[in-house]
């Protein structure tokens, strides 16, 4: 299996601050990583797929980077709304893997 | 707008079998282009994918519950569903079914359904 590790496990900032996530896979990926969004008691929400393209109607102050085994996740500006946990997936081999997750708090 | 529904108990005994069914609603669910999954979570926990099938009946498994796991699907009633034998406190999880877009059994959950908490216990 591909093991997926994301960086930190939880983090606060400030509103308006930039907002860095990074996960490593145990092999190369190439773009196979997609990123998601969850907030409490809801499902998971597709932001960012193929390593960096925004998905439809995701604002622009989310994306993604990487290629070969590290990535990078960044919100460029921090509001409140994006008070989640944010999850990284990779998709090159099966099982489909995910990140162990990072709460980002204000 | 598609949407998907899981439903099934809320609660399960230990050694017994977890049966969940996603209905998918307002759009195609016979497309070829489309796969479907279960992703399940642990309370506090991150995300496990469980597996996927795609319309025609292929299945894809997660190797650390294959020996206990069923995925069928029903196109009729535009369903498909997960069994999982033998369950343990540990099965207990919020399960998710979701809509994978391609032609193949990868990719990125696109669309999800809300979520079903359920429990094992006796």
């Known amino acids: 299996d591909i093991q997926v590790t994301q960086s930190p496990s939880s983090l606060s900032a400030s509103v308006g601050d930039r907002v860095t996530i990074t996960c490593q896979a145990s092999?190369?990926?190439?773009?196979?990583l997609n990123w998601y969004q969850q907030k409490p008691g809801k499902a998971p929400n597709l932001l960012i797929y193929d390593g960096s393209n925004l998905e439809t109607g995701v604002p622009a102050r989310f994306s993604g980077s990487g290629s070969g085994t590290d990535f990078t996740f960044t919100i460029s500006s921090l509001q409140p709304e994006d008070i989640a946990t944010y999850y990284c997936q990779q998709f090159d081999n099966l099982p489909l893997t995910f990140g162990g997750g990072t709460k980002v708090e204000i | 707008q598609l949407q998907l529904q899981e439903s099934g108990p809320g609660l399960v005994k230990p050694s017994e079998t977890l049966s969940l069914t996603c209905t998918v609603s307002g759009g195609s669910f016979t497309s070829s282009s489309y796969y479907w999954g279960w992703i399940r979570q642990p309370p506090g926990k991150g995300l496990e994918w469980i597996g996927s099938i795609y319309y025609s009946g292929s299945t894809y498994y997660n190797p650390s519950l294959k020996s206990r796991l069923t995925i069928s699907v029903d196109t009729s009633k535009n369903q498909f569903s997960l069994k999982l034998s033998s369950v343990t406190a540990a099965d207990t999880a919020v399960y998710y079914c979701?809509?994978?877009?391609?032609?193949?059994?990868?990719?990125?959950?696109?669309?999800w359904g809300q979520g079903t908490m359920v429990i094992v216990s006796s």
């Open positions: 979701a809509r994978l877009p391609g032609f193949y059994p990868t990719g990125a959950f696109d669309i």
């Open positions: 092999q190369d990926i190439s773009n196979s």
